[in-house]
């Protein structure tokens, strides 16, 4: 690899366009990717086309520095480029609606808790004056460290909070910090009129309100009746009386919803947004003191690419999320004939998602179409008297394929296999027989398959062939640690290999990963309608790397990651633009070794080698191994204690 593509029968009338079509680069890229004549994929972190980066190139360039695949790559630009997005879009709407106050970011940082992604966030949000969002007491004390010197930078605390929480909170607003707790129930609400009493505090405070608007899709029980979070509006009433009691009406500053992450439909913000705007109103013209609404999260991503309401997707752009949120904010306040107050979103998915890219390569693959039936075993089937009858059905299914009969072979193939596993169940077909069956069925289909793919209508029967041929291949990555969503929630990212885009890809396949569980791979691709089951994928090259890429997998993915199988964190870079122009690896995070992983799971780490030693040693004692075997060994359990858990290549060979 490295060198440039030669022309070779597989690029004969392909060309790199028609695999950045294929792999719908523009629909779900957002601008931040595309690929280039070599064939590669390209990242442009800005957008722009004269500062792209060769995908490959950065993948090539961390193998040669002993970081081999898989990775994580982080594109630092990429943040601040989506982070810049967002905040124009709000001052477009801003601006075409009069609305007479500012719009305000607040990165959640459980999106991706990673210290250099947040550190990256906060640093390229502070031109926005964009602040953090907190839920829980470990998310906090990150956060307060964090935000020295910027009392004019909103951080919002949800979750559920105790008695230390509300305490540090308060004492946090004594140090200089611009710093809202939003009320979730009357416990937390007493916590912080006994806090703001003891250290003479008038705190800032906000409500989460439990919305009549449901949200939809996966996250949809985020808000409404049966919501975990928020108080209802009675509730909230009851909120007012004690903070009148205690003269603190003006204290309630804001006001907050969340109807659900990847919001996928526009009509659910603009019902949650209306009824939010309308629950603020009444308030303040009951005399709280509020200054902001707080939207919540739920921006949407585009994992897809299909711009439709389906749940990996969004119908609508952030344009017309700023325009639908200030307009609806901005028409409430005008009917209600009260000021407008700063918006606030919490929008993690849609800041950290484009930034991330994982790279794995592939180990190898499996194939059902590679069973052949060469005219030697047709004879030989031929010459058989004793062949059972299914076999001989599965011979005539397999030799009668044609273009008129592909569905009725189809059902004759099936039949007679069937009839083959039941034989060979009842113990009345050979073990050679069974094979030959196996073999005539996959060769039939593979026929079929060839054929069908030249029609323009395929009939319904058949239209899983594709998928029921496909061939896995085996990638080295863990879904459950680099892609935990695609597991748990079926949420689909793109998948494409990043070179060899000048190529046609011949193979239909479905990705394994290497954990030992058979839920690990992935079977589902964006796709311009729905999902697709397989995924185009070149054949591979004996001695040659074949690599793939997840993308849009900055936001929740690393930290909801698990250690199945003990496979820890990928090694993670960030490449960051340098302003005279190329790029650099601004940061390299080496992934967990096998000795850190096994200490997560209380393994007495100092043990483990001398343990093997001393059995190593009683072995040459016994002379089941010499001390060249023992020291091999001992060699080999030392360095694979310090290396990578994922498989990597034979540098040596
Ligand atoms: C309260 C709250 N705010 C913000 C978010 C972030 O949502 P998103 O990443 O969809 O913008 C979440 C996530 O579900 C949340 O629970």
Sequence with gaps: ????????????????????????????????????????????????????????????????????????????????????????????????????????????????????????????????????????????????????????????????????????????????????????????????????????????????????????????????????????????????????????????????????????????????????????????????????IDIGGGLGVDYDGSRSNYESSMNYTINEYARDVVHRIASVCRARNIPHPQIISESGRAIAAHHSVLVFNVLGSSALDQFRVDSQLEADCRDDSNIPQPVTDLLDAYRSVSERRLVECWHDALRAREQALQMFNLGYLSLKFRGLAERLYWATCARIRDLVRRLDNVPEELEDLESILSDIYFCNFSVFQSLPDSWAIGQVFPIMPIHRLEERPTRNAVLADITCDSDGKIDHFASRRDTKRTLELHALKAGEDYYLAAFLVGAYQETLGDLHNLFGDTHVVHIRLLEEGGWWIEETVKGDTALQVLSYMEYDTDELYPRLARDCERAVREQRLTVAESQKLKRFYEAELQGYAYLEPDMEG
């Design 1 to 292: 690899m490295g060198s440039p593509p030669t022309k070779s029968p597989s690029t004969l009338g392909w060309k790199v366009e028609d695999s950045a079509h294929l792999y719908q680069v523009d629909s779900w890229g957002g601008g931040y990717f595309g690929a280039n004549a070599a064939g590669h994929v390209v990242v442009r972190p800005n957008q722009q086309a004269d500062r792209e980066i060769d995908l490959l190139e950065i993948v090539e360039g961390l193998k040669a520095r002993d970081l081999t695949a898989p990775v994580v790559i982080r594109f630092s630009d990429v943040i601040a480029h989506r982070l810049k997005t967002i905040n124009d879009a709000f001052a477009r709407a801003i601006a075409e609606n009069d609305y007479q106050n500012r719009y305000s970011a607040v990165f959640p940082i459980k999106v991706n808790q990673q210290r250099l992604v947040v550190e990256e966030v906060y640093r390229a949000g502070a031109a926005f004056g964009f602040g953090l969002e907190v839920g829980s007491k470990p998310e906090l004390l990150v956060v307060l460290s964090m935000t020295e010197d910027c009392s004019d930078r909103v951080i919002i605390c949800n979750g559920f909070k105790d008695d230390s929480y509300i305490e540090t909170v308060i004492l946090a607003a004594k140090l200089g910090r611009l710093i809202i707790p939003v009320v979730e129930n009357f416990a937390e609400l007493d916590l912080i009129l006994k806090h703001s009493k003891k250290y003479g505090v008038r705190p800032t405070m906000g409500v989460r309100v439990k919305l009549a608007a449901e949200g939809a899709g996966r996250w949809r029980d985020s808000a409404g009746d049966k919501s975990k979070f928020g108080l209802f509006i009675t509730e909230i009433l009851e909120v007012m009386d004690v903070l009148k009691q205690h003269d603190m009406l003006d204290c309630l500053k804001l006001v907050h919803c969340h109807t659900g992450s990847q919001l996928q439909d526009i009509r659910r913000v603009e019902e949650a947004v209306t009824e939010l705007s309308h629950v603020y109103a009444e308030l303040k013209l009951m005399g709280a003191g509020l200054e902001y």
